[in-house]
């Protein structure tokens, strides 16, 4: 099967093998094969970069000053030299020719194969912005790479690197303690989202900034621009960053150019089989340039096993690649980051999740079938490497299931393995609960006075009343000590937290937390993204605690508040426009009247909240009924929210014979200042003109009934599933008192009731003196609350379907594709 | 030939935790899911229940909560979870350098 267009070296008979890439793929696999057979092959290296085969993912300490090229060399010259391998470096390969059996290298080299290896790796994806090719744009692969990024960060300056994945990050790091100022774009919403869950991006994220980095997530780049030199980056929302450097790690892509020049199979990478043999039998590619079995890779350890199995059969024991689950770690000091495995959950997979929010940890191991199938840790790594082994030997790990979060060391330590025994073996001057410095002697001897529920634990000696990562171990104890006595306490806001609505309020404002992750890292949720209950309760309460800065997650709302309508049970859509106090008029009339006939609207319906709905609205249709109500002058009734809903009126002193003040002018005037607002749920108010009371005010959650001397204010109404008369709150004088009663009342009511929680069944939680005594003896105080009002209404007074009319969140409206069968069905 | 996966768009134009839809005319649109890890799955937007769109759910975890009675359904077996029973056909999908590709033959029942 000889072919050899140019002379072998006299009297060497071995088949020649020529390798296409001097990097890790391609130097490993000859090791291996010199391990299996040193004397069958002739081996010469042809490599494009102009040096020895160093080890790629150290790159990263060398940028950080941690290592120096040296010592990050696998194999020296003296490696090639011993083994009789031809290197020669600096000079890449540009044609195969696989009839002649022949490589041709830029220098004009031609030299003829028995068996070729392609191992080229990949090459940085590039995204196609204006500007990418300006000096100082630049990726991070190699080591001619790193070294413009150290020349860069000697002069000094800013350095934004687009791409907040593995390498990004690294990168980031590198250049931030060579002392530049460091911005990471990233367009997802959470950093390397492909190894890490949003927990752990998120605790990523707080310590990258702690350290000086600014992190830019959901950040779409525009473009770089520059002189002569890259200045700056532009993002498509218009932000601009300042930049003498931009390192984009977006991405790799195989290096196949190559081999689909020669004709090869290609596919996303170079296609071969389990033996590493490409559509050519005398070709054979390894490493990061291939595709097998659809996969491609990013990863070493992966290559590893590839170059064992081309090693073998080459060597005519064929083995065979099966590919393996990887693991990832984050190479930057101090940051422990540990994923493997697959961690989206799915059918029949359980988490369990360990939270310490006073050391910084986050654990998420995925359990499907008794067996790991996912890890992801933060802040505490050390475990990894074990949970790693226990997924990829799909070991049962039934018997130490509930021991297994804590670790290798109480898990496995026999004795220790019931968590229960470990908690009873504690001496009585174990700390239990860090936050409160409480002691398990202390906890005990506080149960056995009578605190026989977490409740009255955390409420008497104040054991896990803080972060409550300690609620478990207080529980154990309150099951040890009592047995079955113990008292079930509080409801819980729901399965993904041992704490009840009232306490995460507090926290979230006593900690000044500002996000859903961070509420969830620091009061230790036992779910990775929470659920349908405490999600939309979350958003609420963060949107509540932090007006004008809390962006709004539309993932953690209701159909109907993300979509500003109301769903029907069909899926189409209702809308309701304000018509303020129930006013409307011949152009808000026929305005409506248009929409109903444009968009074929089956019905229109008057609603027991004085206004109009149209039916049957499609989602696609929503922002156009919009752009034509707002065109009218008309906005949003929220009759889709837990919001202000509407202002019943009656008509009032202005033409009702009984009529003692304006009801209808006063509710419009509050309808304009209250609407907008988000609440714990929804909320209705009606104005009536007389104590005979038309408006139906004694069954609305604010309600005020005018009389001679002034207005009588109702509060804690309801008409609903169980009709509650109001309780009278006070009575004032003027409108103005009025109107400032009812900004302070619903400031409380927002602050305070639990979410889902309308303002009848707090009212009847709380006390109606509670209430009183809030907002009647002390002026300040009442002041105070309606300008909390006040100022979170300046930020939700805007129109939500006029943002959706201007093109915001488009994607809730438009289907992604469409498409229409066609006959080849039949 | 027609080849058997229709690409439908890009990943990252589904919002992460939320949804889009894929109309086909004549039968149920198809929910396309993206999970908080990134994870696609598509599913008839019809929920076991009394067909409640899907797509407009709550999503959290591998599963999706239907926004008219709040059923939990399972985005890869279309199961529904806990004490209900049920199950929404599953559309079979995957992601293909950041394309998303859902099963032809699936998509054409839904029509049919
Ligand atoms: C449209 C309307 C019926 C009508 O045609 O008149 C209506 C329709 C719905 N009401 Fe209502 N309610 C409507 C006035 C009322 C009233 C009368 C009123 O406001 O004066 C009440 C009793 C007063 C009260 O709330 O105290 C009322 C008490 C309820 C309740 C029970 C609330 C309670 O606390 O007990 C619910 C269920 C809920 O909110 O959980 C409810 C829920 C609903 C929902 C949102 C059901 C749902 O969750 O999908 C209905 C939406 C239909 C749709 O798609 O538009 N609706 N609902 C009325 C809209 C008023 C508006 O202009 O915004
Ligand atoms: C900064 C950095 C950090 C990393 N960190 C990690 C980590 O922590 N963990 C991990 O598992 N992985 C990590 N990786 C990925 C890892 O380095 C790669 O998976 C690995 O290097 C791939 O090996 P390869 O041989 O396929 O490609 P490479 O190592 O890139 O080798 C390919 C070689 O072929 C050469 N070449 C290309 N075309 C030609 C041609 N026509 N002629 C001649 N030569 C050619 C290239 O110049 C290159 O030297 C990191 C990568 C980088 C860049
Ligand atoms: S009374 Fe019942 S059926 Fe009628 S609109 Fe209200 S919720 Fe729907
Ligand atoms: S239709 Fe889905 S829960 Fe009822």
Redo the contacts with the bound molecule.
């Keep these: 099967m000889k072919h050899e267009p140019i002379p072998r070296p006299a009297g060497d008979t071995r088949d020649h093998l020529i390798v ?9 696999a000859v090791e291996e094969l010199l391990a299996r057979d040193p004397a069958r092959y002739r081996v010469t290296i ?4 102009p ?1 020895v085969n160093y ?6 300490p060398v ?1 950080a000053g941690e290592k120096t090229f040296d010592e990050i060399v696998i194999n020296g010259r003296d490696w090639y030299d011993g083994n009789g391998i031809t290197l020669v470096s600096g ?4 044609a195969i020719d696989r009839d002649a059996r022949t490589v041709t ?2 220098s004009g080299i031609v030299m003829g194969y028995d068996r070729l290896l392609i ?6 994806f590039i995204i196609p912005v204006p500007g990418k090719d300006l000096p100082g744009v630049i990726s ?3 080591m001619k ?2 070294e413009h990024m150290l020349a860069a960060a000697n002069r000094g300056g800013s350095a934004v690197v687009i791409g907040g994945g ?2 990004g990050l ?2 980031a790091h590198g250049l931030s303690l060579r002392g530049m100022k460091v911005t990471v774009l990233h367009i997802m919403p959470t950093l390397m989202e492909r190894q890490l869950d949003e927990a752990a991006g998120w605790l990523l994220k707080t310590a990258l900034e702690a350290r000086g980095q600014t992190i830019l997530t959901g950040a779409d780049t525009a473009a770089i621009v520059g002189e002569h030199h890259v200045e700056a980056v532009h993002l498509k929302d218009g932000t601009v960053i300042p930049a003498d450097l931009v390192v984009m790690a977006v991405g ?1 892509r195989p ?1 196949v ?2 081999a689909r020049e020669a004709g090869l199979d290609v596919g996303r990478g170079i296609r071969v089989d389990d033996h590493m043999v490409t559509s050519d039998p005398a070709v054979l590619a ?5 595709e097998h079995d659809g996969q491609v ?5 992966p ?1 590893w096993d590839m170059c064992r199995a081309l090693a073998d059969g080459l060597t005519d024991a064929p083995s065979g690649y099966r590919p393996a689950a ?1 693991s ?4 930057v000091a101090g940051l422990d980051v540990f994923s493997a495995g697959d961690f989206s959950g799915g059918d029949g997979a359980e988490d369990i999740v360990l939270r310490d929010a006073s050391r910084g940890i986050y654990k998420r191991l995925v359990v499907k079938d008794d067996r790991i199938v996912g890890a992801v840790l933060y802040g505490d790594t050390a475990d990894g490497g074990w949970y790693f082994d226990l997924l990829r030997r799909g070991d049962s790990v039934a018997a130490i299931r509930d021991a297994l979060i804590f670790g290798q060391a109480f898990a496995s330590g026999g004795g220790v393995a019931d968590p229960k025994a470990a908690v009873a073996a504690l001496s009585d001057t174990a700390e239990i609960c860090g936050c409160n410095g409480v002691t398990k002697g202390q906890i005990v001897s506080c149960i056995a006075k009578g605190a026989h529920s977490l409740d009255t634990v955390r409420a008497t000696c104040k054991a896990s009343a803080s972060c409550g990562s300690c609620t478990g171990l207080v529980e154990t104890l309150l099951a040890l000590t009592l047995g079955d006595e113990v008292e079930a306490g509080p409801k819980t806001m729901c399965k993904c937290t041992s704490f009840g609505h009232d306490d995460v309020r507090r926290e979230i404002v006593a900690q000044g937390m500002r996000s859903i992750p961070e509420v969830m890292q620091r009061l230790h949720w036992s779910t990775p993204d929470g659920c349908s209950s405490c999600r939309p309760a979350l958003n609420y309460y963060l949107l509540c605690a932090l007006p004008g800065e809390y962006v709004d997650d539309q993932q953690s709302r209701f159909v109907n508040e993300r979509l500003h309508a109301n769903i029907q049970k069909d899926g189409t859509y209702s809308v309701v426009p304000r018509m303020w106090g129930g006013l409307t008029s011949p152009k808000e009339l026929r305005a409506i009247a248009d929409v109903v006939e444009k968009f074929d609207a089956p019905m229109v319906k008057v609603t027991g909240g004085q206004r109009l709905d149209i039916f049957g609205i499609r989602k696609e249709d929503l922002p156009a009924v919009w752009a034509d109500l707002n065109a009218a002058g008309m906005v949003s009734g929220h009759a889709y929210g837990k919001s202000l809903r509407t202002v019943k009126t009656c008509v009032g002193s202005e033409w009702c014979r009984f009529g003692t003040q304006d009801s209808t002018g006063l509710g419009v005037r509050i309808e304009r200042a209250t609407w907008g607002s988000w609440m714990p749920h929804k909320f209705k108010i009606a104005v009536s003109g007389c104590p005979r009371n038309c408006a139906e005010a004694t069954i609305k959650d604010f309600g005020i009934v005018c009389v001679d001397s002034g207005y009588e204010l109702h509060v804690g109404g309801n008409g609903g599933i169980k009709v509650r008369v109001t309780d009278l709150l006070c009575k004032v004088a003027t409108e103005a008192e009025a109107m400032e009663m009812c900004a302070a009342f619903i400031q409380l009511y927002r602050e305070e009731a639990r979410y889902l929680e309308r303002t009848a069944p707090w009212i009847e939680r709380v006390g109606l003196a509670y209430v009183q005594s809030r907002l009647l003896p002390d002026v300040q105080a009442r002041a105070d609350l309606a300008a909390r009002f006040v100022y979170s209404q300046s930020f939700s007074q805007d129109d939500p379907w006029a943002a959706r009319v201007a093109g915001a969140e488009r994607e809730h409206h438009a289907p992604m594709a469409r498409f229409q069968p066609v006959g080849e069905m039949a | 030939m027609i080849g058997e996966w229709l690409d439908i768009g890009w990943a990252d134009e589904i919002p992460v935790r939320g949804s889009r839809t894929v109309r086909v005319e004549g039968g149920d649109d198809i929910a396309v899911f993206r999970t908080g890890e990134g994870k696609v799955f598509a599913l008839l937007d019809r929920c076991p229940h009394k067909h409640g769109r899907l797509s407009q759910g709550i999503v959290h975890g591998g599963a999706v909560a239907c926004p008219l009675h709040n059923w939990r359904i399972s985005l890869s077996t279309g199961e529904a979870l806990g004490e209900d029973k049920g199950c929404t056909p599953v559309v079979p999908v995957k992601v293909s350098g950041g394309r998303v590709l859902i099963c032809r033959a699936s998509t054409l029942k839904a029509a049919a």
């Design positions: 296409i890439g001097n990097g890790m793929a391609g130097c490993r042809f490599g494009a970069e040096l080890n790629r993912i150290m790159l990263s940028l000079d890449p390969i540009i290298a830029r191992a080229t790796g990949s090459d940085p991070f692969r190699d790479d790193v593995l390498l690294e990168a790799i290096s150019a190559l390894v490493g990061e340039c291939v890779y990013g990863l070493v350890a290559l990887t990832t770690k984050l190479k």
